[in-house]
Every structure is written in structure tokens, then in C-alpha cells.
């Protein structure tokens, strides 16, 4: 059980209502993260407003955004987060032993660019300072300016949600796997 009690829809009004509802809907079964979230309408409608935005024009592929918050998931340990990112990795064509071994040197079925991204996620998650100049000209070889934005957004959006999850102890919900993640 989370640290503080769930909020439901109908415990929101106006666009905080709206935003939770939509979540449930289109983004997945976040149901006890978005409990919580929903004590802070302002949060819940300015950062998953974000998220729902972010889907909508996806700049990079659903298979690097899954490897992006897996690996940013993995490297700060929120299992959470590892539980709801692991089947969306696998659902994106990879084998499930790619999601549970995902912070391994290779991963099966990753490719280079695969592995840049997964690098890259864990260098933001565990010391972005370590993010060398070298490295990021790799990145721009492969990737637009906005995308390499949108992918340094996203996993300081999962070291946000990860620390989030973990601090306020959110629970997985149930029938949601518990996936082992080496």
C-alpha cells in the first residue's frame, strides 16, 4: 500500500478528471501511480498532459521510447516502473529475455542504435555528467536535435517517476508481472 491513500476520478473535477480518465484509457494500467498522483491536480494535468502530447507526435519509435524507460527504469532499481516497461518492450518485438536482461552488455535482439539508446538512458539516470562529448556526437549521427531532446526528456521523466514510485512506495498493480531484471 502506497504511503498516502488513493484518490479516485471521482474524488477529481475539471481537467485533473479529464487528464486521470484519459490516462487509464490510453497510456495503460498506471491506475495505483495515478491514484496517487491525483492529489496534485496541477501535476497530473501538466505532466501527464505531457506524456499524452508526447504520444500523440511521437519523434521516436515506440521501440527506443521502451528501451529508454526500461534501461532508465532498470538503473534506478523502481520496480514499478520495470513492471509496466518490460511487456512494452517485449510487445515492441523483442524477446522477453532483451527486457529481463536489459542492462546487460547485449541484450538479445538490440542493435547498435538500441544500444546508444539503452546507454544513454542509463549515463542520464545514474550520473548525466558522465555523458562525454564523443558519445553525443554519436547520438546526433543517428538522431534529429528534437529527438535526442524528446529522449533526454523522457528518461528524466522516468528517474522522476522512478524516485516518485519508490519513495512513496506505490505497489504494482495487481496482474501486473513482476519480471526479474538482471
Known amino acids: 500500500m502506497a504511503r498516502v491513500r488513493d484518490l479516485t476520478p471521482s474524488d477529481l473535477t475539471g481537467e485533473a478528471r479529464t487528464v486521470y ?18 492529489h496534485r491536480p496541477p501535476a497530473l494535468e501538466h505532466i501527464f498532459g505531457l506524456l499524452l502530447a508526447s504520444k500523440r507526435d511521437a519523434v521516436i519509435s515506440k521501440r527506443h521510447l521502451e528501451i529508454v524507460l526500461l534501461s ?15 511487456p512494452r518492450l517485449v510487445e515492441q518485438g523483442l524477446p522477453q529475455e532483451a ?15 538500441d544500444l546508444l539508446v539503452r546507454d544513454y538512458a542509463v549515463q542520464l539516470t545514474r550520473d ?9 556526437v554519436r547520438l546526433k549521427a543517428v ?14 521523466l522516468c528517474a522522476f517517476f522512478n524516485r516518485f514510485n ?13 519480471p526479474e531484471v538482471a
Open 21 to 38: 480518465e484519459r490516462i487509464e484509457r490510453e497510456y495503460g494500467p498506471f491506475g495505483n501511480m495515478l491514484s496517487v498522483f491525483a
Open 72 to 86: 532508465a527504469s532498470a538503473a534506478a532499481a523502481c520496480e514499478y516502473c520495470v513492471a509496466h516497461h518490460a
Open 99 to 113: 527486457a529481463d536482461r536489459v542492462l546487460d552488455d547485449a541484450p538479445p535482439g538490440f542493435d547498435d542504435v
Open 128 to 136: 548525466p555528467k558522465r555523458v562525454s562529448d564523443a558519445f553525443f
Open 143 to 156: 538522431f534529429t536535435e528534437e529527438q535526442i531532446v524528446e529522449i533526454t526528456l523522457r528518461a528524466a
Open 166 to 178: 519508490e519513495g512513496l512506495r506505490i505497489e504494482v498493480e495487481e496482474g501486473v508481472a513482476l
